[in-house]
């Protein structure tokens, strides 16, 4: 069966590859949309559904995995940064304290659909303004939410992670792995 990850995500690309996974892309061209009143949870299970729901319409033999990512600090979802500046007034705000990672993840298929969530909890170590300012001038941080990505030039001010650290770069690999057995995309010995 075909797989298909409704994501143009390079980081998620390279998680796939890590897991020795086949697939194609599909990119979702649709505005997100979620409903009032939802939590961080709920909201990141609603947009990895959406994209992966827009990708089964066009692919619809294939198994189908979207996935959404969000940073939660003090209850706010913090997304992708706007502007420089705003990347720096969010490091500022997340420096020498903790906040959570979530991953929605839906695994779609004809007349199947599995749809999960994934939280990892990351403390970062106190930042001054100048290793701040220097960070977000490499222009890492401007595509990523949290204005950070784990995987490059942050890990050095990120102090402790509980929980999978696959999530914080944006595709629990384990969560993921699961899914796609229970949907039986994948077999334990990948025939």
């Given at each position: 069966?075909?797989l298909?990850l409704?994501?143009?995500?390079?980081?998620r690309?390279?998680?796939?590859?890590?897991m020795?996974?086949?697939?194609?892309?599909?990119v979702?061209?649709?505005?997100?949309?979620?409903?009032?009143?939802c939590?961080t949870?709920e909201?990141?299970m609603?947009l990895?559904?959406?994209?992966a729901?827009?990708?089964?319409?066009i692919?619809?033999?294939?198994?189908v995995i979207?996935a959404?990512?969000?940073?939660?600090?003090?209850g706010?979802?913090?997304g992708k940064?706007?502007?420089p500046?705003?990347a720096v007034r969010?490091l500022?705000?997340?420096?020498g304290?903790?906040?959570?990672?979530?991953?929605?993840l839906?695994?779609?298929?004809k007349?199947?659909?599995?749809?999960r969530?994934?939280?990892?909890?990351?403390t970062?170590r106190?930042?001054?303004d100048?290793?701040?300012?220097?960070y977000?001038?490499?222009g890492?941080?401007?595509?990523?939410?949290?204005?950070y990505?784990?995987?490059g030039?942050a890990s050095?001010f990120v102090d402790?992670?509980?929980?999978?650290?696959?999530?914080v770069?944006?595709?629990?690999?384990?969560?993921?792995?699961?899914?796609l057995?229970?949907a039986?995309a994948?077999t334990?010995?990948?025939a």
């Open positions: 069966m075909e298909i409704a994501s143009q995500s390079p980081r690309h390279e998680i796939m590859q890590f020795g996974i086949p697939f194609e892309t599909v979702c061209t649709e505005a997100e949309r979620v409903p009032s009143g939590s949870a909201t990141v609603h990895a559904h959406q994209k729901s827009f990708a089964l319409a692919r619809p033999d294939a198994c979207g959404d990512t969000v940073v939660e600090l003090d706010e979802i913090i940064p706007k502007s500046e705003d969010t500022k705000h997340m420096q304290r903790s906040h959570s990672v979530y991953t929605g839906a695994v779609l298929k007349e199947y659909c599995d749809i969530c994934s939280v990892t909890k990351v970062f106190p930042m001054t100048k290793e701040i300012e220097w977000v001038s490499t890492e941080p401007l595509d990523k939410a949290g204005s990505g784990v995987q030039l050095v402790s992670i509980e929980g999978n650290y696959f999530n770069v944006g595709l629990p690999a384990p969560l993921l792995y699961e899914m057995l229970r039986g994948l334990e010995d990948r």
